[in-house]
Nanobody, 127 residues
Framework: QVQLVESGGKLVQPGGSLRLSCAASGFTMDYFAIGWFRQAPGKAREGFSCIGSSGTVAYSADSVKGRFTISRDNAKNTVYLQMNSLKPEDTAVYYC????????????????????WGQGTQVTVSS
């Protein structure tokens, strides 16, 4: 069955870096765009990045532009999120999800445009 498993979340100090992974199984990732979402305590889940099957990326949140980089390795069926210069406001549960199509078309899209979700990984930025 289709599965997405996030990993790499942990406690990190402000200004630090983390790399999250999203490992896919049960389908060929080559044909799908993948998005990253996050949900901070007491807030709605927000999508902030999407990478198409060809590697074209889209970022929707100004708060992560220039600090977060999404990438993918189709041979490993894995999408990565490199997070640098982390801030306390980046504290959230981070989710990856499979977009229904192969391209993001310059946007992250709404949650109902994603059909499979991972269980999430906790990122805490605190001193």
């Amino acid at each position: 069955q289709v599965q997405l498993v996030e990993s790499g979340g942990k406690l990190v100090q402000p200004g630090g870096s983390l790399r999250l992974s999203c490992a896919a199984s049960g389908f060929t990732m080559d044909y799908f765009a993948i998005g990253w979402f996050r949900q901070a305590p007491g807030k709605a889940r927000e999508g902030f990045s999407c990478i198409g099957s060809s590697g074209t990326v889209a970022y929707s949140a100004d708060s992560v532009k220039g600090r977060f980089t999404i990438s993918r390795d189709n041979a490993k069926n894995t999408v990565y999120l490199q997070m640098n210069s982390l801030k306390p406001e980046d504290t959230a549960v981070y989710y990856c999800a499979r977009f229904r199509w192969s391209a993001c078309w310059g946007r992250v899209g709404a949650e109902d445009e994603y059909d499979y979700w991972g269980q999430g990984t906790q990122v805490t930025v605190s001193s």
